[in-house]
């Protein structure tokens, strides 16, 4: 599998061309196979989904498209649980999640200039004085997301990993956000008190444009930037990915509808019980069926925010299905002034996952070139 390390002052960003059309600047490592296409959803229920979706997507054209703003901006406030039932099933299937992690060396309850936030940690003596990864998760999955990806990880690294403020998890919002970049702020005081001498910050899906919110406010902490299929960071999702966010999040709609909805989102079927039994399935659909969220609207970086991010930067994207912005995506990571771009094949916006076994080894490689 090939990589792209691209470096400003050796590049021309602007002629480049993916490989798929023409010889290229970013990898699109291949396989033998062709990439799975998700199954067509037979049946009924499906189709009546769809011819409803249609309808419900012109209501909300027409009242400005409230629920895609609460879903990705939340209202005013600080996040909560809708009811005291959301959140005991909500945690019932976050403690079950957790219990399939690698247990944390240590648990931090910080508090920040927004509230407290829940940090676990994963240590050893030999690489507590290195670098640590901080890892940044995407919307309602908080540190359980993690969980392919952290034993391979935290065999070679320190490894500090956070529930977002504003987000479902144990962090606990105190002050609302008024700006997206205000979710920086509380994140540097994680990094004050627990890596001062600055992180390898990782982050996914909504995580990524938080993380290169971090790195554009705090560059000299930010060792590298790792952006796992990003959304709003280097362009904006398809409108048909928007459109089943926007399903995903409505409040009393129906499981099998949600499910589906989560589905298209994140590129993995729920196809049996045992799926939805899953503590992370329970987890993520408990999550956006009973917390209501608070986080200001993101917007991809601009040409100077992008200009700022000095710092070497790897970016992973979907080879299908992707919530970060398709080829614009691609172009705007390969302008970046020190960048790593790589399409993992047969891959969704559940990246993290899929590619996990081939990802962590790739990234602490990333990692170690860094620290020399």
Same mark, same amino acid.
């Given at each position: ?37 998700? *199954? #067509?959803?037979?049946?009924?229920? @499906? ?5 409803? %979706? ?20 939340? +209202? *005013?406030?600080?996040? &909560? ?13 976050? /403690?079950?999640?957790?219990? @399939? ?6 648990? &931090?309850?910080?508090?920040?200039? &927004? ?53 479902? %998890?144990?962090?606990? /919002? ?6 997206? !970049?205000?979710?920086?702020? *509380? ?8 890596? +001062? ?9 909504? %995580? ?28 904006? +999702? ?12 409505? +409040? ?28 992370? !399935? ?9 917390? #209501?969220?608070?986080? *200001? #609207? ?28 398709? #080829?614009?995506?691609?172009? @705007? ?13 047969? !891959?969704? &916006? ?6 996990? %076994? ?15």
């Amino acid at each position: 599998m090939d990589i792209l390390s691209n470096h400003r002052s050796d590049s021309t960003d602007g002629d480049s061309v993916p490989p798929s059309r023409s010889a290229g600047s970013v990898s699109i490592a291949t396989s033998s196979s062709t990439p799975r296409r998700r *199954p #067509q959803r037979p049946g009924r229920g @499906r189709r009546l989904l769809r011819w409803l %979706g249609t309808g419900l997507l012109v209501v909300l054209v027409g009242i400005g498209l409230v629920a895609t703003w609460t879903f990705f901006a939340g +209202p *005013p406030g600080v996040g &909560h649980f809708r009811s005291a039932e959301g959140r005991i099933d909500y945690l019932s299937a976050y /403690q079950d999640s957790m219990d @399939r992690l690698p247990e944390p060396t240590d648990t &931090h309850d910080l508090r920040t200039s &927004h509230g407290t936030i829940r940090v676990y940690e994963w240590a050893t003596d030999l690489n507590r004085g290195e670098t640590p990864i901080l890892l940044v998760p995407g919307r309602a999955s908080g540190v359980p997301m993690w969980m392919d990806n952290l034993e391979n990880l935290a065999g070679e690294r320190r490894v500090l990993a956070f529930d977002a403020l504003g987000d479902s %998890g144990l962090s606990e /919002q105190a002050v609302p956000f008024e700006e997206f !970049t205000d979710q920086a702020h *509380p994140i540097d005081d994680v990094v004050s008190a627990l890596a +001062p001498e600055g992180v390898h910050l990782m982050g996914h899906s909504f %995580g990524g444009a938080v993380a290169s919110a971090y790195a554009h406010e705090y560059p000299e902490r930010t060792a590298t930037l790792t952006l796992l299929d990003p959304v709003f960071t280097l362009a904006n +999702p398809s409108p048909e990915m928007l459109w089943w966010s926007v399903v995903a999040s409505l +409040p009393g709609l129906p499981d099998a509808w949600r499910e589906t909805a989560l589905e298209w989102i994140g590129g993995a079927e729920i196809d049996s019980e045992e799926d939805r039994d899953e503590p992370m !399935t329970r987890m993520i659909t408990a999550a956006t069926a009973h917390y #209501q969220a608070a986080v *200001p #609207q993101p917007s991809p970086l601009t040409d100077d925010q992008l200009e700022r991010l000095s710092m070497p930067v790897y970016v992973a994207l979907a080879s299908r299905d992707s919530l970060a912005g398709g #080829q614009d995506a691609v172009e @705007r990571a390969e302008s970046l002034t020190d960048s790593t771009v790589k399409v993992w094949p047969d !891959t969704t &916006h559940s990246l993290p996952m899929q590619a996990a %076994g081939e990802l962590e080894p790739e990234l602490l490689r990333f990692f170690a070139d860094q620290d020399r």
